[in-house]
């Protein structure tokens, strides 16, 4: 597996990405034309399936969604118990979700003192990950 850094953590799953978003876009357009189109006899069939189309997206939406609100709080708790393995102390409240997944990256002898820059500068999490300097990686980031 290829070394994870700055420029090449992110995860792009081109099925999901890129041919579920397509597919899904086509379907929901192919319904609504076929909604419009569609005679009085074949409207209630027409409207379902656009319902259907409608449903199928929220559930992508929501899918994805819950699943990161679910990785984010683990990667808090994990953050959150690694700082204090480190310094026998919490982090602090003040810290953002967002940074926290930022400081997630940094190595164990950076951390604490990321953490610190982090509170006082208010770095955003684009700014904490561009300022690691030994990468930890994440592979398991959904």
């Known amino acids: 597996m290829k070394e994870q850094n700055f420029k090449n953590h992110s995860r792009f799953v081109t ?4 041919v ?5 876009c086509a379907l929901l357009i192919g319904s ?5 189109t569609s005679n009085h006899d074949n409207r ?15 559930i992508g939406f929501y899918t994805r969604t ?6 984010d709080r683990v990667i808090k708790a994990e953050e959150n118990l690694r700082y204090y393995l480190l ?3 919490t982090l602090d409240a003040k810290l953002k979700v967002r940074q926290i997944i930022g400081l997630r990256f940094a190595s164990d002898e950076e951390f604490p003192a990321l953490v610190e820059k982090a509170l006082k500068e208010k ?3 684009k700014d904490i990950k561009k300022s690691i300097i030994n990468w930890r990686p994440d ?3 959904v």
């Not at 099925?15 to 890129?18: D, E, Q, S």
């Not at 209630?44 to 929220?58: E, G, Q």
């Not at 819950?66 to 990785?71: E, H, K, N, T």
């Open 32 to 36: 609504i034309v076929n909604l419009v």
């Open 66 to 71: 819950f699943a990161l609100i679910a990785q």
């Open 87 to 89: 310094t026998g102390k």
């Open 20 to 24: 579920s978003t397509l597919l899904l």
């Open 139 to 141: 592979y398991y980031r």
């Open 44 to 58: 209630y069939s027409a409207s379902l399936l656009v319902l259907s189309t409608i449903v199928l997206v929220l």
């Open 15 to 18: 099925g999901y990405h890129v």
């Open 123 to 125: 770095l955003s999490e």
